[in-house]
């Protein structure tokens, strides 16, 4: 009786002690779990994170969201090296106007990499070659017929036109027509001057 007693005993002290089933560096949870602390089964007690197995999560516009597929190319930059990786999932909520978008690592984790590290991030939605592109400017959706103000050759004046722009990235646009390589056009917000078609640049001093 007193050898199963003591069996018991040492199966108990060996159901307390908390194992992961995992390798990976353990991390203390925002609200820790103090030594001597009763808690039920279930509670987590502590997080064991996989540095190797690391995911960068992208916050996306909604609006911007809608042209995003399994496995595109994406560029995750850590701010202090940028690490190639591809989209595995596309959260199909809408959370704050925005969409989450998980996007696998494929390459080794520049120095500093540790989780919940601010990150920005390039989806790979299509590459264009040998198009006319110009800065995306402050107002105009793709596809569609814009005015811009191009600057004139004395470089003192700029004068409206109409443009025809395919597509755009975050920071570029596509031109179909109306302007040619070379010419320089304001992007800035002119909405203020929507009755005019002509304004005259002023140097800074």
Same mark, same amino acid.
């Given at each position: ?8 005993s040492?199966?108990q002290e ?6 992961a089933?995992i390798?990976? *560096? ?6 820790? +779990?103090? +030594?001597g602390?009763?808690?039920?089964a279930?509670t987590s007690?502590a ?6 197995k690391?995911?960068?999560?992208? %916050?996306?516009?909604?609006? %911007? ?6 496995d595109q ?7 202090n090296?940028? *690490? ?7 959260d ?7 969409r989450?978008v ?9 120095? $500093? ?5 601010s990150?920005? $991030? ?6 264009l070659?040998d ?24 470089g003192?004046t ?5 443009? %025809?722009? $395919?597509?755009?990235? +975050?920071t ?9 390589e $070379?010419d320089r056009v ?12 002509? +304004?005259?640049?002023?140097?800074p001093?």
């Amino acid at each position: 009786e007193f050898r199963r007693v003591l069996f018991r005993s040492q199966k108990q002290e060996q159901a307390l002690q908390v194992r992961a089933g995992i390798s990976g *560096v353990l991390a203390p949870l925002s609200t820790p +779990v103090q +030594v001597g602390e009763h808690v039920i089964a279930g509670t987590s007690v502590a997080e064991v994170i996989q540095l190797d197995k690391l995911k960068a999560a992208l %916050q996306i516009a909604e609006t %911007q969201a809608h042209d995003i597929q399994l496995d595109q190319p994406a560029e995750i930059d850590t701010h202090n090296g940028i *690490v190639r990786g591809h989209v595995t999932r596309i959260d199909p909520a809408v959370v704050n106007g925005t969409r989450t978008v998980d996007v696998a690592l494929d390459g080794p984790l520049p120095k $500093g990499a540790v989780p919940s590290l601010s990150v920005d $991030g390039t989806i790979d939605l299509q590459r264009l070659h040998d198009v006319l592109y110009v800065g995306r400017p402050a107002f105009g959706n793709e596809h569609s017929t814009i005015s811009l103000f191009r600057m004139d050759p004395n470089g003192k004046t700029a004068s409206r036109l109409q443009v %025809q722009v $395919g597509a755009a990235s +975050v920071t570029e646009i596509v031109i179909r027509s109306g302007l040619r390589e $070379g010419d320089r056009v304001i992007l800035s917000d002119m909405s203020r001057y929507d009755n005019v078609d002509n +304004v005259r640049l002023i140097q800074p001093h």
